[in-house]
């Protein structure tokens, strides 16, 4: 693997994907204020 293709791989130790009805834009927000550089994912929305 080349220096240039390795710099643009994601590097996240940690990753939080919120849980549908459980977490809401206060949660969101308090994991983002743990540290800038955790991967955040967003609520999968299904169709009824």
């Known amino acids: 693997m080349s220096q240039n293709t390795a710099s643009k791989m994601i590097n996240r130790k940690i990753s939080v994907a919120p849980m549908m009805d459980w977490t809401d834009r206060h949660c969101r927000y ?10 955040l994912y967003t609520e999968m929305v299904t169709s009824a």
């Open 30 to 39: 308090f994991h983002r204020l743990l540290s800038s550089e955790i991967l």
